[in-house]
């Protein structure tokens, strides 16, 4: 089992700026890849970004490139998500994942997930 907190939403403004954090606890982190996804309401669940279990491989979601960056601390079993020139459409639950194995972009294929952080962005 994966134990997964989330960490770091809350309100901003378009424009700025917010850091993500994820902690987990349970079996060995560092061998899991990990994940982010969003939900806004009545909307379905987007991907945002995965990276390895060594962090030498990361993937985003088409509207997160160039402003998102996932990362890793595998030290303190915690992921990351940098969110900069945050939208308005930004405006969702967000959730980590984790996947035994290779990073992955379906939301399907994650084992464990948290209770996610609500991000909301204001004009």
């Known amino acids: 089992q994966v134990q997964l907190v989330e960490s770091g939403g809350g309100l901003v403004q378009a424009g700025g700026s917010l850091r993500l954090s994820c902690a987990a606890s349970?079996?060995?982190?560092?061998?899991?890849?990990m994940g982010w996804f969003r939900q806004a309401p009545g909307k379905e669940r987007e991907f945002v970004a995965t990276?390895?279990?060594?962090?030498?491989?990361?993937y985003y979601g088409d509207s997160m490139k160039g402003r998102f960056t996932i990362s890793r601390d595998n030290a303190k079993n915690t992921v990351f998500l940098q969110m900069n020139s945050l939208k308005t459409e930004d405006t969702a639950v967000y959730y980590c994942?984790?996947?035994?194995?290779?990073?992955?972009?379906?939301?399907?294929?994650?084992?464990?997930w948290g209770q996610g952080t609500q991000v909301t962005v204001s004009e």
């Open positions: 349970g079996r060995t982190f560092s061998a899991y890849a």
């Open positions: 994942a984790a996947v035994d194995g290779f990073p992955r972009t379906s939301g399907l294929e994650y084992d464990y």
């Open positions: 990276i390895s279990w060594s962090g030498g491989r990361t």
